[in-house]
């Protein structure tokens, strides 16, 4: 009788020493791994102009070349119809021989901070404005060309503005543009070997 009772005593023991170890394990909740976001690749394209230069752009995008504008060689609007932004590229005859006086006199790009880049190989220059306006600019064959666009509500467009500007080359124009030609731009021998500014250069 003595060894029955001891038994079961031995055998709550036992069960209460395994209920407080099973009250002691730690639950681990598997860890939820959120998925990754899909990342967005634009597919680009080149766009060659009969004014003498060619970029790459998201293919995505909408331009319009304004092919009515018989007085600028180039005038192009670059437009997200889905998440809205623009840039505009311009090339036009100029009275400034050098950017530097291009920077320093004309109302439209006066009072932004100024950076030096090149653009082409060309020296140019990067401006940008409280606003969110960047302008870069440079001068070639007498001709200003110019890229601008607001990317303070449109930051992808900031994206593609960098795009163009990295891609940016000059080319020999296209003869058969209905677009004014700049004296000296009808040589392409002379188009080709242009002398390119060299950033540091003192410009009066």
């Known amino acids: 009788m003595k060894n029955k009772i001891g038994l079961i005593i031995i055998a709550m023991i036992f069960t209460a020493i395994l209920g407080g170890c099973k009250k002691t394990e730690t639950s681990v909740t598997p860890t939820e791994i959120a998925p990754s976001p899909t990342v967005i690749v634009d ?38 119809q889905e ?47 409280n606003d969110g306006k960047t302008v870069v ?20 467009m900031g994206e593609v503005f960098e795009t163009i500007i990295e891609s940016f080359k000059m080319v020999i124009p296209e003869e058969s543009s209905d677009k004014p030609v ?7 021998s002379d188009y080709g070997n ?4 060299e950033i540091g250069e003192d410009e009066e």
């Open 43 to 80: 597919k680009l394209v080149e766009w060659k102009d009969p004014a003498g230069f060619v970029f790459e752009y998201p293919e995505r995008l909408k331009i319009d070349n304004h092919p009515d504008d018989k007085v600028n060689y180039a005038n192009l609007k670059i437009s997200d």
């Open 83 to 129: 998440n809205g932004g623009e840039i505009l590229i311009m090339a036009k005859d100029t009275e400034y021989a050098k950017v530097d006086a291009w920077v320093k006199s004309d109302k439209a790009v006066v009072g932004g901070k100024v950076e030096d880049i090149l653009l082409s190989g060309l020296k140019a220059k990067k401006i940008t404005f």
């Open 137 to 156: 600019g440079t001068i070639d064959e007498a001709i200003l060309f110019t890229i601008e666009g607001n990317f303070l509500t449109s930051p992808r």
């Open 182 to 188: 700049s004296e000296g731009a009808t040589n392409t």
């Open 194 to 197: 242009s002398d390119f500014e």
